[in-house]
């Protein structure tokens, strides 16, 4: 019983001590500056500038500030920030993470470095590249919003929608890919245009550095070609009143064959659509008749294949980086860690596209 009882009296006193250091170290929201958006900047003498995006709660409100620190390195930025801020910093609630381009073309592993090694930072915040200043983006006043970072988040997690794009943007993805074998980063690009932040395509990366930025329109063939699924919309356009509209769901597989010591790419995709608006055909019954519905399915057919090749080309001429990932299928096959500039080799490879199109759903009807 005496010892019992001894345990009993230690056991009060550890979880006391426990609790009393937990109560001293919480502090009121108030009183510290949230992250919830952090971007790096790099200024024309090769100085980092690196804004963060914070929650001012107020009695009645919630408003965002932005607070900077400069320094000759990531770290020492940190130490600028603090000899002009009033709160202590506080990482973990971050959302979003957004990187100027200058600083993506001069390379962003040194900041992949510090963010890995610190235990604070989450890997959920999507990541962006953008045109000019991130600080710029976090000042921008948003209509409806808090902060910009609540529209940004909301932009970047809702590309999977209507325009094929991924959703492997976020740190984490980062982390997994900028020195995974046979694997490139690809990370949305977003501007200020007419007021309004809004993406204008997609930044590609080679190891750690940006080496191109591409449109939209680029964007949804890349991503119709990387393997997985993607969802979009896909239009057959003669004449301006004279068009078909195609909700559209890609299935992407990629095969890889070694002949004669040349790498050959064969990318099949499979794609489900549904017509939502159609002026050429215009057919309630074109389920009823074979011929019509095989040439629609033919015409996406060509215009998904015309519009993968031209992408290719552009990617294995212009670009020269491996942004569709076939280098990671072809080491799943052949061997990993054999020193093959990935890259390279597919500039050089043989891609085949094979397009299939499955027509789903007509809409509601005529009128």
Known sequence: MKKNYRFLIIFIVIAFITAFKAGKEKVPIEEVDMAIGTGVDLENNNEYSLPICVYLFKANSI??????????????????RQLKNDKPFVLGGERVHIYSEDFCRS????????????????????????????EDIFKTKIKGYDSPVDFIEGLAKNLINNIFFEDNYKLIDMFAKIDSEGR?????????????????????????????????????????????????????QNTPKKYVNMEAHAKTKTKCLKEEGKYKFIINVDITADRIADEIYKDTALFSKPDTQKKLEGD????????????????????????????RVAAAKYGRDTGQDWNDV??????????????DKLGRGGY
């Open 346 to 359: 597919v500039s050089k490879s043989d891609i085949k596209v094979n397009v299939k199109v499955h027509l």
């Open 63 to 80: 408003e965002s500030d932005v607070k900077v620190g400069k320094s000759l390195s990531i770290g020492d930025t940190r130490e600028n």
């Open 300 to 327: 996406l057919s060509s215009l998904v294949e015309k519009n993968c090749y031209d992408f290719i080309k552009k990617m294995q001429n212009d670009y020269k980086v491996d942004c569709l990932e076939l280098g």
């Open 107 to 134: 390379g962003v592993r040194n900041d992949m470095d510090i963010l890995f090694n610190n235990p604070q930072v989450v890997g959920t915040p999507y990541c962006l590249v953008c045109k000019g200043k991130s």
């Open 184 to 236: 490139n980063v690809s990370l949305p690009y977003i501007e200020i245009k007419d007021d309004r932040i809004q993406v204008t395509g997609e930044a590609l990366f080679k190891s750690d550095k940006m080496v191109a930025k591409i449109n939209v329109d680029e964007a949804k063939w890349m991503n119709i070609l990387l393997q997985g699924n993607a969802r979009g919309i896909l239009t057959i």
